[in-house]
């Protein structure tokens, strides 16, 4: 069954480590995306990549960084947590075509930096 | 810039009433599409319902609809014959041409048997 995954879904780690959240989908879309959402706040959009090798910054500001080495998978990363990047991280996934790029989300990941 | 606002932090409904959820939105574009999604606590976001706006007629997905007021930039989802599966977090989002997805900040719903 074509999805989106996430792992992992809790992520409890100390200051100073680094840490990669992991987004796959089998879905075959070209476009993915990363949001950063705080408990009962609004979504916001922190990277998104197009297709392979493509990865932009999204509107909210992160200290996080993408990758897009192939189609089904963009990693994001965090090179020394602090507990200011304690949150929910959201990955979704969508078709190319404008008419019918319907985001679809992962489960999330909630990671707790003490 | 675009902006979604939802007016309605919290709404609660008896379980088989029917509850409208507000979302209005602010652009100067004139093509775009709106949605809802549902995120359950501890849960999965997922799409609840969508709306191009180019389109006059109203969306409907079984027991969701939307009354879509272009003229007036009003986006409101209204659930008939609720169930206690509904209780959720309730996002208004607006897609503009740029494909990025603006969030409203939320409406909890909770259903009471």
């Known amino acids: 069954e074509a999805d989106i995954y996430q792992t992992p879904r809790y992520l409890v780690i100390g200051t100073g480590k680094k840490i990669t959240l992991e987004c796959s989908q089998t879905?075959?879309?070209?476009?993915m995306y990363w949001y950063q959402q705080d408990p009962g706040m609004e979504l916001h959009l922190i990277h998104y990549?197009?297709?392979?090798?493509?990865?932009e910054k999204g509107d909210l500001s992160s200290e996080s960084t993408v990758s897009r080495i192939r189609t089904e998978h963009f990693p994001l990363t965090l090179e020394s947590a602090r507990p200011s990047h304690t949150s929910q991280y959201l990955c979704?996934?969508?078709?190319?075509?404008?008419?019918?790029?319907?985001?679809?989300f992962g489960p999330g990941t909630r990671l707790t930096v003490l | 810039a675009q902006t979604v606002t939802q007016s309605q932090p919290e709404m609660s409904v008896q379980e088989a009433e029917t509850v409208t959820l507000s979302c209005t939105y602010d652009?100067?574009?004139?093509?775009?599409?709106l949605f809802w999604y549902k995120q359950p606590p501890s849960r999965q976001m997922i799409l609840v319902i969508r709306q191009e706006a180019y389109k006059q007629q109203n969306a409907t997905e079984n027991r969701f609809s939307v009354n879509f007021q272009k003229a007036a930039k009003s986006f409101s989802l209204k659930i008939s014959d609720s169930q206690l599966g509904d209780a959720a977090m309730y996002f208004c989002a607006y897609r503009s041409a740029s494909d990025k997805l603006i969030f409203g900040t939320g409406t909890r719903l909770q259903v009471f048997p």
């Open positions: 979704a996934s969508s078709e190319s075509h404008w008419h019918t790029d319907t985001q679809y």
């Open positions: 990549s197009y297709g392979v090798n493509s990865t």
């Open positions: 879905m075959g879309h070209d476009k």
């Open positions: 652009t100067s574009e004139s093509d775009y599409y």
